[in-house]
């Protein structure tokens, strides 16, 4: 079975600071990593995924995410953040042959203040 | 690309009612899933379908339970006999799958309320 941990429930965060949310997973199988986002008053959407070749992806909106297999991490970084990325953040987990059945971490809130 | 929708927003219901809820898809996608949300925790995969297949549904979190696709296009999701401790956000999700980590995307949800 396959786990997602998000260690930080909530993350409060100057404007223009940078920020980490962290993420470790557990599965025994080679795995799919995402990270979906849930902006207040909306359904969640995905932020951006990892799947094979290089380890570092990129949003559009400027965080981005570096799988580490040996540490079994999915951390996500940006380096300045901006009020409108206050909202919901959730690591992901799913295994290369489940069908997109995702596992889903706590989730951690980000909280930017001006 | 209306999004999915998920019908009604809010369910308040009587301990022992049974409920149904309505997920209407992307049109075009052929995976829906159905996910609960509980206060505090992230969304926990209950079953999918592609077209008018369940293809896993284990994951139902008891025989009270069901879920339908009857038409691969809208599908519900019916809990009898509630209890407390079915009160939740119940998502449902669409995706075409087109190839390994193909993206969800997820309606508002279903809040549920059992009194």
């Known amino acids: 079975a396959q786990s997602v941990t998000q260690l930080d429930s909530q993350v409060p965060v100057f404007e223009e600071a940078p920020v980490e949310l962290r993420c470790n997973y557990s599965s025994s199988v080679s795995v799919y990593l995402f990270w979906y986002v849930q902006y207040p008053n909306q359904g969640l959407q995905l932020l951006l995924k990892?799947?094979?070749?290089?380890?570092l992806v990129e949003s559009i909106n400027g965080f981005e995410a570096e799988f580490n297999k040996s540490q079994t991490s999915f951390h996500l970084r940006k380096p300045s953040v901006h009020i409108s990325d206050t909202a919901e953040y959730f690591c992901?987990?799913?295994?290369?042959?489940?069908?997109?059945?995702?596992?889903f971490g706590g989730g951690t809130r980000l909280m930017v203040k001006p | 690309d209306t999004g999915v929708s998920q019908n009604p927003r809010h369910k308040i219901t009587k301990r022992g009612q049974n409920v149904t809820f309505r997920c209407d898809p992307i049109?075009?996608?052929?995976?829906l899933y159905w996910y609960r949300q509980t206060l505090g925790q992230g969304p926990e995969f209950l079953t999918y379908?592609?077209?008018?297949?369940?293809?896993?549904k284990s994951r139902l979190l008891s025989d009270r339970f069901s879920a339908e696709r009857p038409k691969g296009s809208f599908s519900t999701l019916e809990i009898q006999r509630t209890e407390q401790g079915d009160s939740a956000m119940y998502l449902c999700?669409?995706?075409?799958?087109?190839?390994?980590?193909?993206?969800?995307?997820f309606g508002n949800g279903t809040r549920l309320t059992v009194t």
């Open positions: 999700a669409s995706s075409w799958e087109s190839g390994p980590g193909s993206p969800l995307h």
């Open positions: 990892y799947l094979s070749g290089s380890t």
């Open positions: 992901a987990v799913s295994e290369n042959n489940a069908g997109n059945m995702l596992t």
């Open positions: 049109s075009e996608h052929n995976r």
């Open positions: 379908f592609q077209n008018e297949a369940q293809l896993e």
